[in-house]
């Protein structure tokens, strides 16, 4: 095995290198890739399959002054490993120094934050514009690849691109999947255009006006270096569409080319270990497919991520025509479930939290305009250690503007499939439902029905302090009841609302009665969130009211006991608060 990464600090460095000495380059830096995933878990397909195309990145480019814009990002582990930062993969005591993302803090190679879809050739062009508004010179490069391009972003940073009349590259990478398989009419042109060595008559990339040429191996480094000389320094936007292996260098990556995207410590697929335990998105997954089977109108919906929903190989092949993966496009997935429900089906859409927030215009007027009946999963809407792009706790604020929209926040197994089974069968509005991100069990039936819609319930009744706990925190409510009568021997109120997109005003004004505090606790941004409307509605009242959330900033890979601990969102911290105020 060569040693020649151990020298190499700098893309200065990468060039002192001869063309024949980066394919043994590219072979050390996968061995070193697959140790570091192995020991750490993270996105194994996207950047196992990029090493050659980054490698001749770097050997032509010359970053930063040229920009190279990683669309998601999730693929630019090798770009970090030879822009400075390869301590991060080589050193297992700083394995954790790194974003698993492009992030300009780290590196003056790294143009974005990034670590949504569909973005790079924007943002991009926005690089290439103000580049040339200047009158400088220098190469940019979007690099697009994991079924990036079914997002309507691309689309439209394509559409306008191919108007810049200048120097523009989009590298496209084709490795025939996304996080899981492809779908949609684009992919079939893709196929074709690989099956005839990029001579296809129909050319999708050649319809916007834009140059093209094609790189049958983009695993061949040497290949991917003469492709990209011939396109560096080009006066009018160009292509070079390259057909990679996704994992390569997995041994089982054949066989499960959509677990490799993404492995766990140890190696282990996501998928394997999600199938392992018992969660509310798997309680659910189980759930609705007993429901497309005995009803055929109802639909399963995922923007490119079934694996985040339960929604498992297993379930598509069950669900069959009853499920869609419409691709990186979660706009459209809003709509599309609009227009279902508009003509009698039921639509279930299921998302994660940080996506969701992509579709605020579409929830607004698509949606909720026309109180189309679709419902909403969301998943991973909490408080939680993600990087910046990842975070589950913008959406109730999001929502809560909204009309016509019902937020539900379910605290137990049996509240979420009570609200979710009443949510399928009604027809006057669109509804949401942030699911548990534990399993915790009410050990009871629950029902949920249109009298419940509104109306918060009181778990536990007491005097001088109420705790409304919002579907996840609704636990920690409990736990700060028990510390308050420990440590005050007051006995405290504590309520479940359920809902957060609208005030249970009876309710809320009852508690003037016999309390001094009402505590709001949620697993959210507070700004502009539930708490903050509790505490609107008492405002001209003499009701003390304490807000528990998150604060309004981006938080990147922080643990969430920290993050509790700097929100105040312990028990123990809580109290003292509340003392405070007694």
């Not at 040429?213 to 991917?224: H, R």
């Not at 439902?433 to 039936?445: D, K, L, Q, W």
């Not at 959330?549 to 608060?577: C, N």
Request: with cysteine; hydrophobic share 40%.
């Amino acid at each position: 095995m060569s040693e020649y990464l151990k020298n190499i600090n700098s893309p200065a460095d990468l060039k002192k290198l001869s063309l024949v000495q980066l394919p043994d380059l590219a072979a050390e830096i996968r061995e070193t890739l697959l140790t570091r995933l192995m020991a750490t878990g993270g996105h194994a397909g996207p950047n196992l399959g990029m090493v050659e195309a980054t490698i001749a990145l770097h050997y032509v480019f010359d970053s930063p002054a040229d920009k190279f814009v990683f669309d998601v990002s999730h693929q630019c582990y090798v770009h970090k490993m030879l822009t400075g930062r390869k301590d991060g993969f080589t050193a297992p005591e700083r394995h954790g120094a790194y974003s698993g993302y492009t992030n300009p803090s780290e590196s003056e190679h790294d143009m974005f934050t990034v670590g949504h879809t569909a973005t790079a050739l924007s943002l991009a062009t926005g690089l290439a514009k103000a580049r040339d508004l200047k009158g400088e010179s220098g190469n940019v490069v979007a690099i697009v690849g994991d079924g990036s391009m079914s997002g309507g972003e691309a689309f439209e940073g394509l559409n306008n691109a191919s108007m810049l009349g200048s120097n523009f590259i989009l590298l496209f990478n084709d490795n025939e999947i996304a996080i899981a398989p492809n779908f949609g009419g684009m992919y079939q042109n893709f196929a074709a255009l690989r099956e005839t060595d990029g001579t296809a008559e129909c050319n999708f990339f050649k319809s916007f006006g834009m140059d093209y040429c094609y790189v049958s191996d983009g695993n061949d480094v040497q290949a991917m270096v003469e492709a990209l000389q011939k396109v560096k320094g080009t006066d009018h936007p160009v292509v070079v569409h390259i057909h990679t292996e996704k994992g390569k260098g997995l041994s089982w990556n054949k066989e499960n080319l959509e677990g490799s995207h993404f492995v766990m410590p140890g190696g282990s697929s996501l998928d394997d270990v999600m199938g392992s335990f018992e969660s509310c998105g798997s309680i659910m997954a189980e759930h609705l497919l007993e429901k497309i089977k005995k009803d055929p109108t109802v639909i399963a919906i995922t923007p490119a991520t079934p694996g985040q929903s339960f929604l498992t190989t297993d379930f598509r092949k069950e669900a069959g025509r009853q499920f869609i993966d419409v691709g990186i496009a979660e706009e459209h997935a809003v709509a599309f479930a609009s227009g279902l429900a508009k003509n009698g089906a039921k639509p279930v859409l299921c998302i994660v939290s940080s996506f969701l927030q992509r579709t605020f215009d579409q929830l607004l007027l698509d949606l909720s305009l026309d109180r189309s009946p679709a419902t909403i999963l969301v998943g991973n809407a909490t408080i939680n250690p993600g990087d910046a792009t990842h975070c589950g706790i913008y959406d109730i604020a999001m929502q809560s503007s909204i009309p016509n929209l019902i937020g539900l926040a379910p605290t137990t197994k049996e509240e979420y499939l009570a609200m979710f089974d009443w949510a399928l069968e009604q027809t006057n509005a669109p509804v949401v439902i942030r699911e548990p991100s534990a399993v915790v069990s009410a050990g009871r039936e629950v029902t949920f029905t249109d009298a419940d819609l509104g109306c918060y319930e009181v778990a536990e009744r007491g005097t001088k302090v109420a705790f409304i706990g919002l579907g996840n925190f609704f636990q920690l409510a409990g736990q700060a009841k028990t510390a308050l009568k420990e440590k005050t021997g007051i006995e405290a109120t504590v309520i479940n609302p359920r809902i957060y997109s609208t005030l249970d005003e009876k309710m809320l004004e009852s508690l003037k009665a016999e309390h001094e505090i009402v505590v709001t606790l949620e697993d959210g941004v507070l700004a502009g969130g539930f708490g903050q409307r509790i505490a609107s509605f008492y405002g001209p009242s003499s009701m003390k009211v304490l807000n528990y959330g998150a604060a309004k900033e981006f938080r990147d890979r922080m643990p969430v006991e920290a993050q509790y601990q700097r929100d105040h969102l312990t028990s123990e911290q809580i109290v003292w608060d509340i003392e405070m105020c007694i």
